[in-house]
Structures are given as structure tokens and as C-alpha cells.
């Protein structure tokens, strides 16, 4: 499989790219990253160097890979952190020229704007732009639950409008909404859940709540399970994969006692998911 991922790079740490490549490429995919921003570190630090990429800066290397003549062989087009407001065109441009070179190809877009303790973290112009203009050319969506709410105008807390809110942003166009922070107030304490909803059903998963912020851990999410469910076609067994490698993947970070994912010293929860958490059908 060949995946484009088109998202932001940090020198230190894993975000973004940083932390998308390398988890694909243990699963023994090919992936060719496009930068949005070289940063020296993610912006949770509060400072950091490096230049936000301009979106011809970005577009020319996306041409370049097509002067190639290689787009037919994407599979896949993922996006993460855009950086600013132009990257949106540049992103929706490499995908109509990916499908159109394969038609099979899907688009992942995780819509990268915010959560519910920070609020929204981005420039103010990108997610009306994500919202009305990217999102209903993606097929597969990887919000968490602040950001579902943002993009369909609810306010998701229970598991019944957690999934009202996935249809609603299937209507908008996606195929598949994987939730990758659902928090309903009737759950067990210490818990948090994922979920997967396609018009096929709904499945969720629900793993201990590790008592920390990880940065990149959303961005590893949306490549494993872009990966997962090329490779086995099944959202269920999708969810249950990245479930499994990305709960190893933090408890390993929590363990370790460092601030960045510890991504290389998880390697091989990547390449064999130990598929510890039980998928449950919800719909």
C-alpha cells in the first residue's frame, strides 16, 4: 500500500508526520510525506523555529511527485494539521489528481482543529474551511469528540448523540467518522472509548484512561486505522487494531516518564497489535 500523507513535521518529538510515517511503514507500507510546517517541535511547547510552509511551497512537491508519474500508484491521501488556511486547496487539489489517476484511492482527513480542554488551536480561518470544504470530499473522518461536534453543529456527550452526530457527518460525505475520543458521562470512571460508524453499523471499543497528554497520539490514530481498514476491509477489526497499538504505544510513553511518544520504542506494538480490548456492536 502506498500512502501520501500530507501534514505537518517537527524536528523533535512526533507529530504529524513525524508520528504518522513511521507506524505505516512498520506495518510494511509505503509512505511519501508532504510537510506543511518544519517546525523544531510541536507547538504545545509554547515557542518553537522552523517556517509554516507556503501552500505553492507545498503544491510543488506534490507536482513534483506526479512529474513522476506515480499518483495512480496512492492508495491513499492522508492530512493532519494544515498550518494555514491555503494548505486546504493544496490538500483537495492532490486528491482530485490522486483519484482521477486511481479511482479506488480513498482520502483521510483528520480535522485537526482542537479538543474539549484547549478549545479550538488553529487560525481561526481554517475550520469553517475544513468543515465546508474538505470534509465532504474525505472518505474516511478522524475527528475526536469536540471536533465532531464543531464539524456537525451538535454537542455529542452520549453515546446516542455521539452517533447522531458521525451520521451527520457522514451526510456531509465521509463513508466512515472513527471517533477517536468519546467520553459519555454514563461510561466507567477511568474509561474512555473510540468508535468507528459506517452506514454498514457502529462499534466501539473502551480502554483504561491513561492520565496524561500525548501529543500525536490522534495523528498515529488516523494512519494505523486508514491502514487497518485497507488491510482488512472491516471498520471493526480497523478500530480494534489501532485500539490496541496506540493504548501500548502511550502506556509505553506514561512508563517511560518522557513528554514525546516513545514511537520507536513501540515499534513492535505497530507491526503485532497485541488486539487486547474487546470491539463491541452498538448499532
Not at 502511550?250 to 513492535?268: H, K, M, P
Request: glycine residues 8%.
Amino acid at each position: 500500500m502506498k500512502i501520501l500523507s500530507i501534514q505537518s513535521h517537527v524536528a523533535y518529538g512526533h507529530v504529524g508526520n513525524s508520528a504518522a510515517v513511521f507506524p505505516l511503514q512498520r506495518r510494511g507500507h509505503e509512505v511519501w510525506p508532504v510537510h506543511t510546517v518544519t517546525f523544531s517541535n510541536h507547538t504545545g511547547y509554547g515557542s518553537w523555529g522552523g517556517p509554516l510552509l507556503a501552500p505553492e511551497d507545498v503544491a510543488s512537491v506534490i507536482t513534483g511527485i506526479e512529474d513522476r508519474g506515480v499518483l495512480g500508484q496512492v492508495d491513499a491521501v492522508l492530512s493532519g494539521y494544515q498550518g494555514g488556511a491555503g494548505i486546504a486547496d493544496v490538500i483537495l487539489s492532490a486528491v482530485d489528481r490522486v483519484k482521477a489517476a486511481n479511482p479506488a484511492a480513498t482520502y483521510t482527513c483528520d480535522p485537526v482543529m482542537g479538543n474539549a480542554k484547549s478549545g479550538c488551536f488553529v487560525h481561526p480561518d481554517i475550520p469553517p474551511i475544513i468543515r465546508e470544504r474538505v470534509v465532504p470530499k474525505a472518505d474516511i473522518l478522524t475527528p475526536n469528540q469536540f471536533e465532531l461536534g464543531f464539524l456537525t453543529h451538535t454537542e455529542p456527550d452520549t453515546l446516542e448523540s455521539t452517533l447522531e452526530s458521525a451520521d451527520k457527518a457522514m451526510a456531509m460525505g465521509p463513508s466512515t467518522v472513527l471517533v477517536t475520543s468519546v467520553e459519555r458521562p454514563d461510561r466507567p470512571e477511568g474509561t474512555i472509548e473510540m468508535m468507528a460508524v459506517t452506514a454498514q453499523g457502529a462499534w466501539i471499543v473502551q480502554t483504561p484512561h491513561l492520565p496524561f497528554k500525548a501529543n500525536g497520539s490522534g495523528d498515529v490514530t488516523a494512519a494505523l486505522f486508514t491502514a487497518h481498514l485497507h488491510e482488512t476491509g472491516s471498520p471493526a477489526e480497523a478500530l480494534a487494531a489501532t485500539t490496541s497499538s496506540v493504548f501500548d504505544l502511550l502506556q509505553n510513553t506514561l512508563d517511560s516518564g518522557e513528554r514525546e511518544l516513545q514511537l520507536i520504542q513501540s515499534q513492535e506494538v505497530f507491526a503485532n497489535p497485541r488486539m487486547q480490548f474487546e470491539v463491541r456492536q452498538v448499532r
